[in-house]
């Protein structure tokens, strides 16, 4: 009868090899999935995009907040728009430094384009605005448009 003393060397050998295969071939497929996923752009972006769109709504749902003026211009070649409202605050996009401001508290950066636009209609402004940063792009006929009752 054989003798059973536990593990041979040559058994050991092959199992510390097929470890090693299968701890490599998940090292290299979990590489190969981090290198095309560009997470931190994309997370910053939409922290960027989010943040805005927070503020802003919240702006325009106030009880009896109007628009005062809203205007794109252009100053030493940089351009500059922004939208003012009846309760104070002022919303401003620099394209110098690529930021956005809520009166002169910077709220966005690294904003590549930020116009803002709006129609009065039966009571109602339609408020347009396009946004866009590296990953977000809400421009065009992707752009953000907001209803806010005048009197709400």
């Known amino acids: 009868m054989k003798d059973n003393r536990g593990i041979t060397l040559t058994s050991l050998i092959i199992y510390v090899i097929g470890m090693v295969i299968v701890v490599s071939l998940i090292a290299t497929l979990t590489t190969f999935f981090y290198k095309n996923v560009n997470v931190d752009n994309i997370s910053k972006d939409t922290t960027q995009y989010t943040k805005f769109s927070n503020l802003f709504l919240d702006e325009i ?60 209609i039966d009571s109602t402004y339609q408020i347009k605005i396009n946004f866009k940063t590296s990953s977000v792009n809400m421009t065009g006929d992707n752009a953000m448009v907001y209803s806010m009752k005048n009197g709400q």
């Open 61 to 120: 749902n106030k009880k009896d907040n109007e628009i005062v003026e809203c205007k794109t211009t252009e100053e030493d070649g940089q351009k500059i728009s922004y939208i003012i409202f009846s309760d104070g605050n002022q919303y401003t996009y620099k394209a110098e430094n690529k930021s956005v401001y809520k009166n002169k508290i910077k709220i966005c950066k690294d904003v590549e384009e930020c116009e803002f636009s709006y129609i009065y």
